[in-house]
């Protein structure tokens, strides 16, 4: 995950994860699993089998297989568990700054929307928007830049060139983009776009 460096916890999670399900497993896979160097792999190994969470059979001087322990099952589902866990409040809290933004924008008598950015913004206000009952808000389609993405659509919505947004009956764009808002904005006004009718997520 781009966001989070792994901690500890989550490098023990994805080792045991990963020994769980290939015995034969190499440390160099196990590197790259956990985001380590090579070199620190015989450490974290030494430390989950002194805790009796995994145990080692060597099939000859170079070759050994991991297997985890019934202990290790334990620590990894509650490991998995709490993790589970964090990462759901972390959804909750920015679904909960999504939907006081939508809120704002439907007090200002907006319903018909275009979403301009076909990314995790865009993606989380329209899962809010299907799961929030009555919001009186319409995403009409999103718009994107990336050729890759136009005309594939986004929870049902088209995605769309910015040259066809005058094909859509809209109230307002709303930019759901952070990296690329200026370039968006720059777009927009090149294109003759009534700038009044833009708001962006990430200024309120």
């Known amino acids: 995950m781009k966001f989070f460096n792994p901690t500890s916890e989550l490098k023990e999670l994805r080792l045991l994860q990963h020994i769980e399900i290939k015995h034969d497993c190499t440390q160099k896979e196990l590197s790259e699993v956990v985001g380590a160097a090579v070199s620190m792999i015989n450490l974290y190994i030494n430390a989950l089998e002194e805790r009796g969470l995994i145990v080692r059979k060597y099939h000859s001087p170079k070759t ?3 297997f985890i322990t019934p202990e290790g099952l334990k620590r990894k589902n509650y ?3 709490t993790y589970t866990k964090e990462l759901l409040d972390l ?3 920015a679904k909960s ?6 809120f704002e924008v439907k007090d200002k008598d907006y319903q018909r929307i275009l979403l301009y ?11 809010v928007l299907r799961d929030t009952e009555e919001n009186g808000l319409q995403v009409v389609a999103v718009i994107d830049d990336d050729k890759r993405k136009i005309g594939k659509s986004m929870m049902g919505h088209p995605i769309i060139s910015s040259q066809h947004i005058d094909d859509y009956d809209y109230d307002v764009i709303v930019v759901t983009s952070y990296a ?6 720059k777009n927009l006004v090149k294109i003759g776009n009534d700038m009044t009718k833009v708001e962006k997520f990430f200024v309120r």
Request: no cysteine; charged share 20%.
């Open 64 to 66: 050994v297989h991991y």
């Open 79 to 81: 490991l998995l568990i």
């Open 91 to 93: 959804y909750k809290l």
């Open 97 to 102: 700054n999504v939907k006081s933004y939508i």
């Open 117 to 127: 950015g076909a990314g995790e913004v865009a993606e989380t206000i329209l899962s």
């Open 180 to 185: 690329y808002e200026d370039d968006i904005l």
